[in-house]
């Protein structure tokens, strides 16, 4: 009688683990829908882990280990324990201090490192970051979340396995706080009734680029007194932001509400869902918006035109374009019939590209090759 083939027992690791950090929420996504027969998993934090995020750990039965950030040595000797006391065959490492950690904690070890890129440019900064990155990955599995990672990150002369598997987003059906609220509820969070209303969920940060949104805004609102804006988030720009509004003369049709548990549930309320950031390694609010059955007009830049097939998923506008941004918007006021379609496609290029299941089969594909040599999935993208 043959054995039941036993499940590849993987650390993970990042910076923080807390509810807000989208890639908590990859990992959180990675550890409901894997194989459990065939994906064991670790998560550990540098940082203490977030208290709230303790009880979704231990729902889904994966232990979480808080190792510390006082150094690299020690956070590595932390990570040892981890590895030795958990049985650990991989590290997968989600920052560059999480993977310098994670390189020290298996030197002289078989345990190999795979190190999970999240950002558009997360190495080449300074060039010492540059020269340690090039030489300790040179061997190493490299995972991005786009393409536009790879092509932003991939070291020359890389010798090691090299893959794109997009993020997963959970459907909004999964969770009753998740399903959109219905149009009817506008007014009890401070939008009017009717005309429309546009919105971007977004920390308010410089690459999340509010300005163009704001002027593009600016132009269409002058043709447009119905128009609103709604804008989800927050962060260390917020009060020059809205500086920046009060000198506008439609100041009173855009609305900050800050940041918020139910934001995709607040996109229910919006008729298009904008977003001019020119640098997203990903886009998880642009998909949950995709989700949510809004039609889409987003920046054609980096990551984004993956997610969106312009004309047929969305539409995409010149990046840091206000003038263009407003032009694709008001094409889908003028053409409702355009905008349901865009939105009934987007929907479900999403439920497909971006599905949990997806990751988690692609995920463990790559760990098999990674710690075996061998897998039996082929993954989605080249």
Known sequence: MMKPPVPIRALLVDMVLKQSSGVTQVLLTLARHRDHKGLSLVFASLHPVQKAMVPFMTEQNVPVHSVGNRSISSAARGLQDVIRT??????????????????????????????WIHTIN????????TRLFRTLTRNDTLLYVSRAVRDGNQPPGHRGRSAVIYNAVEPPEMKAEWQPYDRKQRVGHGLPAGGTVLGYVAN????????????????LASRRPDVH??????????????????????ADRIH??????????????????????????????????MLAGCPIVAARSCALPELIDDGTTGLLFEPQNPQDLARQVERLLDDPALATRLADAADASARQRFAPQRLATELSALLSETVHGTSQVRRSIP
């Open 229 to 250: 804006l709604m804008l989800v988030g927050d962060g260390p720009l917020m009060n020059d932001l809205k500086g920046y509004v009060a000198g506008l003369e439609i």
């Open 122 to 129: 997360q190495i080449e900064t300074t060039p010492l970051k």
């Open 204 to 219: 308010m940060v410089d690459y999340k680029d509010h300005r163009t949104l704001f002027n593009g805004f600016n132009a």
């Open 256 to 289: 900050f509400v800050g940041m918020r548990t139910d934001a995709r549930a607040l996109l229910g309320l919006i008729d298009i869902y904008v977003h001019p950031s020119p640098e997203e390694a990903f886009g998880m609010a642009v998909v949950e918006a």
């Open 86 to 115: 958990g049985e650990v065959q991989v590290v997968i490492a989600n920052s560059f201090r999480a993977y310098l950690a994670a390189k020290l904690a298996t030197f002289q070890s078989r345990v190999p490192v795979i190190f």
